[in-house]
Nanobody
Framework: QVQLVESGGGLVQAGGSLRLSCAASGRTFSTYAKGWFRQAPGKEREFVAAISWSGDSTSYSDSVKGRFTISRDNAKNTVYLQMNSLAPEDTAVYYC?????????????????WGQGTQVTVSS
């Protein structure tokens, strides 16, 4: 059974940092693009960041560019999201995603696998 399992969420004060991890099991995702989406209460799920299977290309939403960094370790089948300078508007459930359909993504239309989500809450 293929699974993406997120960890690292929690409560942090504005200006603080968190590092999310997404570990994959059930198959190797070394040739899959991976990334993160988030969904705040009452809002649609939105793209946050993505990384190509080799790690040589990344994409970010404008709202997190310069504050968040995505990386991956294919030997560990894991993708990370380092989040710095967090603000209350970053509060959301963060979802890990993976696809073998495209090299890099900025939307959810080609996603093959989703994680169950991890809550990130930023207090002001």
């Amino acid at each position: 059974q293929v699974q993406l399992v997120e960890s690292g969420g929690g409560l942090v004060q504005a200006g603080g940092s968190l590092r999310l991890s997404c570990a994959a099991s059930g198959r190797t995702f070394s040739t899959y693009a991976k990334g993160w989406f988030r969904q705040a209460p009452g809002k649609e799920r939105e793209f946050v960041a993505a990384i190509s299977w080799s790690g040589d290309s990344t994409s970010y939403s404008d709202s997190v560019k310069g504050r968040f960094t995505i990386s991956r370790d294919n030997a560990k089948n894991t993708v990370y999201l380092q989040m710095n300078s967090l603000a209350p508007e970053d509060t959301a459930v963060y979802y890990c995603a993976a696809t073998g359909a495209v090299r890099l993504f900025t939307s959810s239309t080609r996603i093959d696998y989703w994680g169950q989500g991890t809550q990130v809450t930023v207090s002001s």
